[in-house]
């Protein structure tokens, strides 16, 4: 257990739907990570947060968006969804620090389903 | 741009034999070097990290890897596989060069059969 959650596991969705992914970081972790894994693509970087403020984009479409909140859980927001966007989103958090800013610790993802 | 490569996607092992998954980053300088690994329906779970110093890292279940500079690789090691070692094992890069600041570029993974 790495000690990052996310809800749900599993979610089904119809194609035009808007879907919302939650994950809460390990006790004391500052940033928050979204990854998507899909099997055509592989684990591909979406966004990261720190301490509230977005800091940096990857592969995010613009039909979706992110924040984190004053207790530094996650949402990720998925909207007008389409059958190419089922995946596993993974959500990862670390320290943040300039100590060790890479070691990621991942949850165990949400399977989005869109049919 | 920053990448990593698994040439092998998939290899199969028989329990009890050694195991050697190749790993090939590309990077400007030296890298953050990682390798998690992924169970069926479940999360990826960090086995082991490179930062700095020595070359050769020990991580958890019994894996180890090492660091080559003038190979650019970052190959995952273990002497003896067991049954629970299947799964999908994967090398990720990360560091400042990294647009994007703090993500990880991953490769595209390998899974890993074990035969009885």
């Known amino acids: 257990d790495s000690g990052v959650t996310q809800t749900p596991k599993h979610l089904i969705t119809a194609t035009g739907q808007r879907v919302t992914l939650r994950c809460s970081p390990r006790?004391?972790?500052?940033?928050v990570y979204w990854y998507q894994q899909s099997l055509d693509q592989g684990l591909q970087f979406l966004i990261h947060?720190?301490?509230?403020?977005?800091?940096a984009k990857g592969n995010i479409l613009e039909r979706f968006s992110a924040q984190q909140f004053p207790d530094l859980h996650s949402e990720l927001n998925l909207s007008s969804l389409e059958l190419g966007d089922s995946a596993l989103y993974f959500c990862?958090?670390?320290?943040?620090?300039?100590?060790?800013?890479?070691?990621?610790?991942f949850g165990p993802g949400t399977r989005l389903t869109v049919t | 741009a920053q990448s990593v490569t698994q040439p092998d996607i998939h290899i199969t092992v028989s329990e009890g034999a050694s195991l050697e998954l190749r790993c090939n980053y590309s990077?400007?300088?030296?890298?953050?070097l990682f390798w998690y690994v992924q169970s069926p329906g479940q999360g990826l779970q960090l086995l082991l990290k490179?930062?700095?110093?020595?070359?050769l890292v020990q991580g958890i279940k019994g894996f180890e890897a090492e660091f080559k500079r003038s190979q650019s690789s970052f190959n995952l090691r273990k002497p003896s596989v067991h049954w629970s070692d299947a799964a999908e094992y994967f090398c990720?890069?990360?560091?400042?060069?990294?647009?994007?600041?703090?993500?990880?570029?991953f490769g595209q993974g390998t899974r890993l059969t074990i035969n009885p």
């Open positions: 990720a890069v990360g560091g400042p060069l990294i647009q994007g600041a703090q993500k990880l570029v």
């Open positions: 490179y930062f700095s110093g020595d070359t």
């Open positions: 990077y400007g300088a030296t890298p953050y």
């Open positions: 990862a958090s670390s320290v943040g620090t300039s100590a060790h800013p890479y070691e990621q610790y």
């Open positions: 006790s004391g972790d500052l940033s």
């Open positions: 947060y720190y301490n509230g403020e977005e800091r």
